[in-house]
């Protein structure tokens, strides 16, 4: 995770250093946000009992999972209605019943 915070950070840098150099009204806007915490999926069903007409509703946790999201986006105006933008988004999960949902993006 630091890894990939130094390299979005680095990249960040030098694209700004070189926009310097050759745009004299340089205005941009960076943002970004760092997210982390657990999330849980649950089944909701109905429950008839069997010797009167009730229903229940029955909430059931299936599987929790940890998650960590990190984004940074750098955005420049070129004129009054157009601009550009390079986002960088990290995603990572790791569940604790399924293992085999775990997953790693990175998306540019």
């Not at 209605?81 to 990290?90: R, T, V, W």
Request: proline residues 1%.
């Amino acid at each position: 995770m630091k890894i990939f915070m130094s390299i979005v950070l680095t990249i960040s840098m030098l694209f700004i250093v070189t926009i310097q150099a050759v745009a004299v009204e340089y205005k941009p806007e960076i943002s970004g946000n760092f997210e982390n915490g657990n999330k849980a999926y649950i089944d909701v069903f109905e429950l008839e009992d069997e010797f009167s007409d009730d229903i229940t509703e029955v909430e059931e946790e299936i599987d929790t999972y940890q998650y960590n999201k990190v984004w940074l986006r750098f955005k420049q105006k070129l004129n009054k209605s157009d601009y550009y933008y390079i986002k960088a988004q990290y995603n990572n999960r790791e569940y604790q019943e399924r293992i085999n949902y775990n997953n790693i993006a990175l998306y540019l």
